[in-house]
């Protein structure tokens, strides 16, 4: 049965827009019965919720729901809104997908929407004593002084509920009991990887429970793109995932050359490709080093770095940038290849196969790592799914999720690859994926690299960009996970509402229901394992 | 019997990896180190690659000419507010009116090594250079003054 | 077997001329007090000394591991006076008082780690007749010195009023508290096998063959389940986990500073130094130099190495491998620690001890 029918049955009133991506327009107190029914739909379950966008659409508040079933991988986006601005309401679907309870979070800190229901309505980014909603449209952006005062982080949460007079009543959920030992990992702390602090409550050496609190090193990202004009959105992608530059680029320039309707090159569509999977190789070496440099080996650690060095050389050569590449353009890439590239990415190619084993000799085979990682921090497909973890942590438990295979984009559906999925879903796991997928990625680059067709390398494109008003979507494989880019356009030289899809706030909010009953030195391990990038999750 | 074999195979098996990762190891030991000796090796052996984006510079040619028209493009493509052109209005010889560059004001310290303005540049006025070390003690310091003392737009 | 090398190698007769020589221009008391006094300076300017060329060498050699070249500006090209550079600094630095410690076992807590310290430190055999403590149960007073310092780390720990600290300092004590076990459990083979438990009288048992060699298999496994309990208790990776800057930033010593912070540090290189020294007098023949039975020429070139430079040797041999080890493996988890020793080496241990026992009454060993 088609997904329009099934939606009209269940909302009879339902709209449906086809300007860009497929939105069915859903009133507020019938989301959660569509979502639903969506989610546990026999034929084709939509059980992966990509994303929630907060939005601000002037008169109404509301928020867009991006779902993929995970066996079909069709997808439907749910649009719903309230016109209430004062004391929005929406209801959670926390209950059908795990994911939804930080997603909604994220959208109750940005544009003050309370869901209804969901057990966690804290602001997630932002100070709890900060004033105002900052994604609105009618934020004043003077309302908060730059306050330089501790921020308390209250123990307990919000949970709303209706009464059945229409009011709000609020009970208070418990995160940490004042008996608990509560001990700070971070923000300041050698491994979190960045400004990410993780409230854990310990039991002598056994975690009881995470709380991670983020926001760091937020830096507006999404609000700044929307008083900046399309090519200049780009350079910010570059400083989300830093591991994942050229991807989370090509992710936006892929959304944008697909809502202006520019066809690109087949040469940049195989430059594209090949600096993909070259900053996954990047990517995956600095994974390595971290995750064994979190567990206390300091020599493989450089191992990594040896041959990250060659990588990041020959970005160096062609893009002029070593970790912010600044590659992707509207149209096709920046320059073209250098002479050298061919022949250095092949020299590397030889030699990255021919020293691989070191890696493996001195930390996958080591007894102690592998007792440390084998059957820790079990994830299971289900939670994983559930808790949206996409990329190597969900390939680690048996969830097939490489966009790259179920959405091909640029040259992935020309070459041959396999996904690498695991089953064990456990830090071994997950270390293992990525150690596999260094390898795959040098398949698919050896694949091209002698069959790169001649051609421009960029399209000229006019020098103001407009997008056709709509909602457009792009998502890539980058290095730790989907990466989307979500895109409102009202026709404007900038973007309405642009918001990203981090690759890891969902890998720091599976974090508590992965660690508990672990070892504090196995929350390390842990985190290590499932590879998230701070300033991705705090944009 | 089997519980006391797992354990007595474990504890070999356990050795011998831990045996395999220090001959690993002692096998890098015995190689060269790859570490580069900056700044030692600033003349011999460092290379910077000419597409590195370090700074923004105007090229002047011998006669103190460059190629900027003054019309702004790069200053409104800058996402930073990096760029700060000042021009005049000045009449030329053939007594029209013509935009002249009287100031291009550059703040390496809020760059962000887009490339936008080069991009945007339709006279190919500008570029980015490989001068990386600019490390100053002052902030500001890090605006610089892009077109040379007395220098005048390249004659068409 | 030839064992005259042993008086040429004696320092005696010049220790006695001192102790002569000052004693017939002063009472034999003040002589004595003198001589005391001027041991304990020569003692803590060596235990000075060996720290820094200990931290020059880990660097380097950890370097080496890990494909650098390790310090090389300051000094000369070897960066021979970065660690003296260093040592200046953090005696510079400020010593910070914290607020809610308890600041009397705050302030005493380095003092123990680095009295057990130089107190095992004394009790190595630098050469024949240069042994500053020497007694007839001298192996089991170098276990029992070697303790207080657990205390000076639990106390740290406790003291700093820190989340971190405290964990790091439970880790420390669950831990060398279980490795001393096999740590006493191979000392004591050897005490069997050199039927002596002076190290001055084991090292001379070892004139005509070191222990290694003379206790072949055990002896052989007995050593590197020393060096590895002895690892342990230095604290070193992959054993560092009461420090495990990547779990607990600094682990127990994570709230000190200054010259407080440079006592733990410095007690850490020397228990390693300790480490191996014992490891070199108990297996390897301590200031013993290297024989060949039958290979006379060989061995008079061997015998003009002095004993302390035998001992140097071997126990920078030691070091160095104890450096590998360390710089090769990730660190085990607390539980694995233990699970280590109670399943693993502390039955080894025991198997080693009864096989010792049985190769001596046998008279199956050399």
Redesign the interface.
Known sequence: MDIKNKISNIVPNAEFKEQGDLIAVVPADSLHKVAEALRYDKEDAMDYLREIVGMDWGETLGALYYLESTTSHNRIVLRTETSDRENPMLPSVSDLWKTAIIKEREAFDFFGIKFIGNPDMRRLFLREDWVGFPMRKDYDLKSNELNMSNEVNADTTEEYSLNPDGTLSCKHNVVFNPED?V?NIGPQ???THGALRLRTA?DG?TVKKVDPVCGYIHRGIEKMNES?TY??T???TDRLDYLSAHQSRHALCMCIEKAAGIEISERAQYIRTIMDELQRIDSHLLFYSCL????????????GF?ER?MVLDIF??????RL?Q?YN?IGGV??DL?PDFQKKVKEFIKHMRGIIH?YH???T????????LKGVGVLSREDAISYATTGGTGRASGWSNDVRKHHPYAMYDKVDFKEIVYTEGDSFARYMVRMDEIMESMHIIEQLIDNIPEGEYRVKTK?IIRIPEGNYSASVESSRGEFGVFLESHGDKSPYRLHYRSTGLPLVHALDSVCRGE??????AIGASMDFVIPDIDR | MSKFGNYIKGYFSGLDSLLIGMRTSLRVYLRKGVTEQYPENRHTTLHIPERHRAMLVMPHDENNQHHCIACGLCQMACPNDTIKVTSEMVEGEDGKKKKVLVKYEYDLGSCMFCELCVNACPHNAIRFSNDFENAVYQRNKLVLKLNHEGSSVVKK | MNTSFLDYYSIQPVTNWIHETLCSVMPEALAIFIECVVIGVIVVALYAVLAIVLIYMERKVCAAFQCRIGPNRVGGKGGLLQVPADVLKILTKEIIRLKNSDNFLYDLAPYLVILASILTFSCLPWNKGAQILDMNIGVLFVLAASSIGVVGILLAGWSSNNKYTMIGAVRSGAMIISYELSMGITVLAMVVLSETASISGIVEAQANGWNIFKGHIPAILAFVVFLIAGNAEANRGPFDLAEAEQELTAGYHTEYSGLHFGFFYLAEYLNLFITAGIASTLFLGGWMPFHIAGLDAFNNIMDYIPGVGWFFIKTFFVVWLLMWIKWTFPRLRIDQILTFEWKYLMPTSLLILVLMVVLKVFGLVF
Not at chain 1, 519 to 524: E, G, T
Request: proline content about 7%.
């Open positions: 030992f001990v702390h050698p491994s310990l050496e900046l090519p200049q780009l350079a910010l064994v440099l979190d567990m206390g080996g300091f020599t493989p650690f450089f191992y040896r060095e160096e050569e062609t893009t002029g940038g912010i600044n353009m920046q320059a250098h070191e000799e001195i930390f085979g080591n007894v102690i790592a592998t007792t440390r020098p070892k504090l030195a196995d929350l390390i």
